[in-house]
Nanobody
Framework: QVQLVESGGGSVQAGGSLRLSCSAS????????MGWFRQAPGKEREGVAAVPWLGTIIYAESLKGRFTISKDNAKNILYLQMNNLKPEDTAMYYC?????????????????WGRGTQVTVSS
C-alpha cells in the first residue's frame, strides 16, 4: 500500500506562486513513478506533470514554463512549484503514484492517489 498526502494549497492572486508538496509513504516499489494532476469543477481530471522512474520529466504542454515538478528521494516528497498563477489554474490538485517505470499524464496509468489540495487563484 501507498499513502500520499498533499499540502501547500491555498488562495492566491493572479501572478502569485505556490509550492505544493506530496509526502509519500508505503511500499517503494509501488511508487516508482509519480505525478501531479488537477481537476476543476465540472471538468475532467487532467495531468499536470510527471516524474517517471525511467525517462524524462513530462509536463502538460500548456503549463510548460510556469510549473516545475521535482522530487526529493531522500525525503520521499514530490513537489510542484507553480509560478505566475492564473484564475484558470484554480482546481483541486492531486498527487499520484504508479508501479510502472514509464508513465505519461493519463490518470489510468496511476495506481494510488492522494486526497488533494485546493488551489484557488483570484483575478
Amino acid at each position: 500500500q501507498v499513502q500520499l498526502v498533499e499540502s501547500g494549497g491555498g488562495s492566491v492572486q493572479a501572478g502569485g506562486s505556490l509550492r505544493l508538496s506530496c509526502s509519500a509513504s508505503g511500499d517503494p516499489s509501488s511508487r516508482n513513478s509519480m505525478g501531479w494532476f488537477r481537476q476543476a469543477p465540472g471538468k475532467e481530471r487532467e495531468g499536470v506533470a510527471a516524474v517517471p522512474w525511467l525517462g524524462t520529466i513530462i509536463y502538460a504542454e500548456s503549463l510548460k514554463g510556469r510549473f516545475t515538478i521535482s522530487k526529493d528521494n531522500a525525503k520521499n516528497i514530490l513537489y510542484l512549484q507553480m509560478n505566475n498563477l492564473k484564475p484558470e489554474d484554480t482546481a483541486m490538485y492531486y498527487c499520484a503514484a504508479a508501479r510502472a517505470l514509464v508513465v505519461g499524464l493519463e490518470a489510468r496509468q496511476y495506481d494510488y492517489w492522494g486526497r488533494g489540495t485546493q488551489v484557488t487563484v483570484s483575478s
